[in-house]
């Protein structure tokens, strides 16, 4: 058990839906990435936060949205969703901004 | 940008062979490695890592080492087991790029008895 939890370990939804996804990070843990993990395209960086603040950029979408809040949990939103956002959704967090990371189980969104 | 590279897969070994799963990297700072570890059906954990040139990482009797000549940081283990089977990811962090994480592929390793 890594100590970082994800909400809800599965999600199905139709296409053109919105969906959040949330991330509790290790006590003591500054920061919280996000990654998608699809067969087709491998594990892909998403997004970081550090204590509120968005610190790094990947490949995330602009029909998704993510923040962390003041208790630092995090949530990433998907929106008007298509048949090819079907993945495994990862959260991780860390102490700072370069340390390791601990990765929660993941939420797996299937979109119909 | 940073680009991470790894030994394409799938890898399928016998029992007690030794594994060596190539990773070189692109770094435009002076990034930390990581080797991170994916068992079925589970997020990825930490399997180690090395945040400075000639650093070895260790752990569970795998072994990588940090080289800044030749960019890589390649993963072995002198006797595989079974339950080495896993998915195994090369990533970097780049201190100068804010932590910007980036990780390689992914490698699927399956130990056959």
């Known amino acids: 058990d890594s100590g970082v939890t994800q909400t809800p370990k599965h999600l199905i939804t139709a296409t053109g839906q919105r969906v959040t996804l949330r991330c509790s990070p290790r006590s003591g843990d500054l920061s919280v990435y996000w990654y998608q993990q699809s067969l087709d395209q491998g594990l892909q960086f998403l997004i970081q936060y550090y204590n509120g603040e968005e610190r790094a950029k990947g490949n995330i979408l602009e029909r998704f949205s993510a923040q962390q809040f003041p208790d630092l949990h995090s949530e990433l939103n998907l929106s008007s969703l298509e048949l090819g956002d079907s993945a495994l959704y990862f959260c991780?967090?860390?102490?700072?901004?370069?340390?390791?990371?601990?990765f929660g189980p993941g939420t797996r969104l299937t979109v119909l | 940008g940073d680009s991470v590279t790894q030994m394409e897969g799938p890898v399928t070994l016998s029992e007690e062979a030794f594994l060596t799963i190539n990773c070189t990297y692109t770094a435009t700072g002076y990034p930390s490695l990581f080797w991170y570890v994916q068992y079925p059906g589970e997020g990825l954990q930490l399997l180690l890592k090395?945040?400075?040139?000639?650093d070895k990482g260790s752990n569970k009797g795998f072994e990588a080492t940090y080289r800044k000549e030749t960019t890589s940081f390649h993963l072995e283990k002198g006797s595989v087991q079974v339950s080495d089977s896993a998915v195994y990811f090369c990533a970097l962090s780049d201190r100068t790029n804010a932590g910007k994480s980036t990780f390689g592929d992914g490698t699927t390793l399956t130990v056959k008895p």
């Open positions: 090395a945040t400075k040139a000639d």
């Open positions: 991780a967090s860390s102490r700072g901004g370069t340390d390791t990371q601990y």
